[in-house]
DNA sequence: GCCAACGTTGGC
DNA sequence: GCCAACGTTGGC
């Protein structure tokens, strides 16, 4: 118990939202920044993901959740990298933009806002909750 | 398409 | 160990 909250970054041109759904689960691996890597590690089965479309959207899309804890990266030929197993739970009702996001002072201190390059990062339960109710979506 | 922010690399 | 150069991310 005690879930931690997390959000993920991702180019819908890359992997969007439909993808993921699509598939299943996937495997989150290509992380190459060691904060979003620290984070990965942090990660326990059960813990709940907002998955964000970066770029293009730009918003908040769906909701998932962690089905295989941090294991070296099989996309990394050197270097010391972890990936994670996630799977989509369900999408948001509404979509909740960056715009959104931006506009509303609750969530000043988000990392999303203040370390916008950071692609896997920790959310707080209040935070999430949030997100949630903006989504009007319940998990 | 531009550029600010920021992380990494490599010369010294 | 410093820092300039460079590459990448991601919002605008």
Sequence with gaps: MNKSHWLVKQEPDSYPWSAFVKDGQTEWDGVRN??????????????????????KGKEVVGIATVIREAYPDPSATKGDWSAVDIKPIKPLRNAVSLETIKSDERFSEIPLLKHSRLSVMPITPSHFDLILELGQTSV
């Design 34 to 55: 060691y904060q979003a890597r620290n984070n990965l590690r942090a990660m326990k089965n059960g813990d709940l993901v907002l998955y964000y479309h970066s770029v």
